[in-house]
């Protein structure tokens, strides 16, 4: 069965740092999406991204934050200048259809901001 | 502002033990409602999804969940709890907007015991 796969699956960094977040969609999928998860808290959405461009995102996603899919297959996040309370688990997912298709959801990544 | 509630952070349920979590939204429309499952370390799987027509959906791995638009509630239920359903479980609503922007509930964590 297709699946989500994300890299790596912890990073731990210095606060200020630049990091990437690679995951790659299921290779037929369109739609793809990153949200996060802090420790003891609930998923929250950060962005969508269809036909290489950003078409919603969140408060929590400011100019610290950038998507992007550099080729055919990856779709990364990455934040710019990390701060403590960024530290979170990362999930990548990724859908077929708009609206009504099943977002499957990768294993995330754990960002540890030290 | 919309939002999604599970009033119960925890749940012990003894195996083969009936299961009901609750969820509750606050929208003004009705939305796309979904179950997820998260186990430890790993990322989040669908239960079951609720678009339109029938109210009581039947999901993955002996789930279901009801629909009450008067209740706006979408409580997901088990008739015999297995070991194996200890996890996390996580109610989410897309608010229709096109893009599948999910809101999560704060989750409820399912403890089974012998």
């Known amino acids: 069965e297709p699946e989500v796969t994300q890299t790596p699956s912890h990073q731990v960094t210095q606060m200020g740092q630049e990091v990437i977040l690679r995951c790659v969609p299921i290779?037929?999928?369109?739609?793809f999406y990153w949200y996060r998860q802090i420790l003891g808290q609930k998923v929250e959405f950060l962005v969508s991204f269809y036909n290489n461009e950003i078409s919603e995102k969140s408060e929590i996603f400011d100019d610290q934050f950038s998507v992007e899919r550099p080729d055919g297959s990856n779709f990364t996040l990455k934040i710019r200048s990390t701060k403590l309370e960024d530290s979170a688990m990362y999930f990548c997912a990724s859908s077929d259809l708009r609206g009504s298709g099943e977002q499957y959801f990768g294993p995330g990544t754990r960002l540890t901001v030290t | 502002a919309q939002s999604v509630t599970q009033p119960d952070i925890h749940i012990t349920v003894s195996e083969g033990a009936s299961l009901e979590l609750r969820c509750n939204y606050s929208?003004?429309?009705?939305?796309?409602l979904f179950w997820y499952v998260q186990s430890p370390g790993q990322g989040l799987q669908l239960l079951l999804k609720?678009?339109?027509?029938?109210?009581l959906v039947q999901g993955i791995k002996g789930f279901e969940a009801e629909f009450k638009r008067s209740q706006s509630s979408f409580n997901l239920r088990k008739p015999s709890v297995h070991w194996s359903d200890a996890a996390e479980y996580f109610c989410a609503v897309d608010m229709n907007t096109g893009f599948q922007k999910l809101v999560f509930g704060t989750g409820t964590r399912l403890l089974v015991s012998p």
């Open positions: 609720y678009f339109s027509g029938d109210t």
């Open positions: 929208y003004g429309a009705t939305p796309y």
């Open positions: 290779s037929n999928h369109l739609y």
